[in-house]
């Protein structure tokens, strides 16, 4: 557990470090002022097609994240019944399997200049760590936005490698403007390099990510 607290610690540092302006722990009295949740249509551009379209793997079941009230932007994807739901708070929140794989998701507002340049960033440095690489990625278009898919390797000190050994991430970063206010998005799924059973979920789980019911392309990861 301590171990795991440590890793939880280490991936919201590196989020910080990749542009978030603020990540806060806000009560129900801030729920006046969260932004509409308006879905990610504006008419400007047409979301790409989805791959999630299609059934939600067996003995998986599509859940809702909850992010609390400052995120503007519904996250759901398909969970098997071994992913506990272990902490969160506005904006934050983490699942745990009993092998010491991890699923994040967050949402917070952010001052980049636009979408694009948030992603742009994302795309600079998810693999900055030497000896940490990029397998496979996909990105398309979400109206007020747009996303990034990928799938790749992390080396023992990146610093979101699970317990500082060889680790795999599969994973998808969002920038999206709402109400004139841009939110990240991102969920990160983690495990270790030996850990098959995670890694062979994770490639079920992350086409079936969806926000705001839009689905997303993602990378061929056979």
Same mark, same amino acid.
């Given at each position: 557990?301590?171990?795991?607290?440590?890793? *939880?610690?280490?991936?919201?540092?590196?989020?910080?470090?990749?542009?978030?302006?603020?990540?806060?722990?806000?009560?129900?009295? =801030?729920?006046?002022?969260?932004?509409?949740?308006?879905?990610?249509?504006?008419?400007?551009?047409?979301?790409?097609?989805?791959?999630?379209?299609?059934? *939600? %793997?067996?003995?998986?079941?599509?859940?809702?994240?909850?992010?609390?009230?400052?995120?503007?932007?519904? *996250?759901?994807?398909?969970?098997?019944?071994?992913?506990?739901?272990?902490?969160?708070?506005?904006?934050?929140?983490?699942?745990?399997?009993?092998?010491?794989?991890?699923?994040?998701?967050?949402? #917070?507002? =952010? =001052?980049?200049?636009?979408?694009?340049?948030?992603?742009?960033?994302?795309?600079?440095?998810?693999?900055?760590?030497?000896?940490?690489?990029?397998?496979?990625?996909?990105?398309?278009?979400?109206?007020?936005?747009?996303?990034?898919?990928?799938?790749?390797?992390?080396? %023992?000190?990146?610093?979101?490698?699970?317990?500082?050994?060889?680790?795999?991430?599969?994973?998808?970063?969002?920038?999206?403007?709402?109400?004139?206010?841009?939110?990240?998005?991102?969920?990160?799924?983690?495990?270790?390099?030996?850990?098959?059973?995670?890694?062979?979920? #994770?490639?079920?789980?992350?086409?079936?990510?969806?926000?705001?019911?839009?689905?997303?392309?993602?990378?061929?990861?056979?």
């Amino acid at each position: 557990m301590k171990n795991r607290l440590l890793l *939880v610690g280490t991936v919201v540092l590196s989020l910080c470090l990749g542009g978030c302006s603020a990540i806060k722990v806000s009560s129900s009295e =801030d729920a006046a002022s969260k932004p509409a949740r308006v879905g990610i249509s504006d008419g400007q551009s047409t979301p790409t097609s989805s791959r999630t379209d299609s059934l *939600v %793997p067996e003995g998986m079941t599509e859940t809702a994240v909850d992010l609390g009230t400052e995120c503007p932007v519904d *996250v759901s994807l398909a969970l098997s019944p071994e992913w506990v739901d272990e902490s969160g708070y506005d904006g934050y929140r983490l699942y745990a399997s009993a092998s010491g794989a991890l699923i994040t998701v967050n949402c #917070f507002e =952010d =001052d980049e200049g636009s979408a694009q340049e948030l992603v742009q960033k994302a795309r600079e440095r998810m693999f900055s760590t030497s000896g940490s690489a990029k397998v496979g990625e996909a990105s398309g278009s979400l109206s007020g936005g747009e996303y990034w898919a990928v799938h790749g390797t992390l080396a %023992p000190d990146d610093m979101r490698a699970v317990d500082k050994e060889e680790s795999v991430i599969y994973g998808v970063v969002v920038g999206t403007s709402v109400e004139g206010r841009l939110f990240k998005v991102s969920v990160d799924m983690l495990a270790q390099a030996e850990d098959t059973k995670a890694q062979e979920q #994770f490639r079920q789980m992350l086409p079936t990510v969806r926000l705001d019911g839009h689905g997303i392309e993602t990378p061929d990861l056979r």
